[in-house]
């Protein structure tokens, strides 16, 4: 069953520096979605891309974030520089239709230090 | 206040036990879907029921879409310890994205 696949799994990082989380999404799919989850709290949405472009992002998805699909199966999360409350699980999802089912990888959780 | 509020923030029942989660909405809801997590994994998609209310079962799990109430309710009949983990329900406000509720977790026990 094709699955959405987030690298890496944990990345452990100290304050200031930039990561990229790296997300593979199902092949045929053209929406894809940044969420992340602080331990303990709700699901938010951070940001929707289609065609190329961000289509919707939320307030937490400020100039330090960034998205880019650099090529026809990578949808990576870039941020530039972290901070202590930028700690979370960051989940990619993909889905093949604007309101349809959204597929979720495993998540990458990122502790900065 | 949240737009989409859930309960109970947690339940626990014996096996064998019926359960019911809600989720209510403050705003028109276009779609609703349900997910579970387990926890620190990925989540696992349940159920999605259309705007004008409809009902959909799955296995031991049914959900409702109740569309005068906005509200939708998923319903486990007989629960397993499989059945564990943490309920989310997701709006579709017809925007680009789903918004996720606090989640329900679910401890199921011998």
């Known amino acids: 069953e094709p699955e959405v696949t987030q690298t890496p799994s944990h990345q452990v990082t100290q304050m200031g520096q930039e990561v990229i989380l790296r997300c593979v999404p199902i092949s045929n799919h053209l929406y894809f979605y940044w969420y992340r989850q602080i331990l303990g709290q709700k699901v938010e949405f951070l940001v929707s891309?289609?065609?190329?472009?961000?289509?919707?992002k939320s307030e937490i998805f400020d100039d330090q974030f960034s998205v880019e699909r650099p090529d026809g199966s990578n949808f990576t999360l870039k941020i530039r520089s972290t901070k202590l409350e930028d700690s979370a699980m960051y989940f990619c999802?993909?889905?093949?239709?604007?309101?349809?089912?959204?597929?979720f990888g495993e998540g990458s959780r990122l502790t900065v230090l | 206040s949240q737009e989409l509020e859930q309960s109970p923030q947690s339940l626990i029942v014996q096996e064998g036990k019926n359960l019911t989660i809600n989720c209510t909405s403050s705003?028109?809801?276009?779609?609703l879907y349900w997910y579970k997590q387990k926890y620190g994994e990925g989540l696992i998609f349940l159920m999605m029921?259309?705007?004008?209310?409809e009902e959909k079962s799955h296995e031991k799990i049914t959900a409702k879409l109740d569309e005068k109430k906005q509200q939708s309710s998923l319903h486990i009949t007989a629960s397993q310890p499989s059945h564990a983990g943490i309920y989310l329900c997701?709006?579709?406000?017809?925007?680009?994205?789903?918004?996720f509720g606090t989640g329900t977790r679910l401890q199921v026990f011998p």
């Open positions: 705003k028109t809801l276009y779609g």
């Open positions: 029921l259309q705007k004008g209310g």
């Open positions: 891309f289609y065609n190329n472009e961000i289509s919707e």
């Open positions: 997701g709006a579709d406000y017809d925007t680009d994205k789903l918004i």
């Open positions: 999802a993909s889905s093949g239709q604007v309101t349809g089912e959204l597929f």
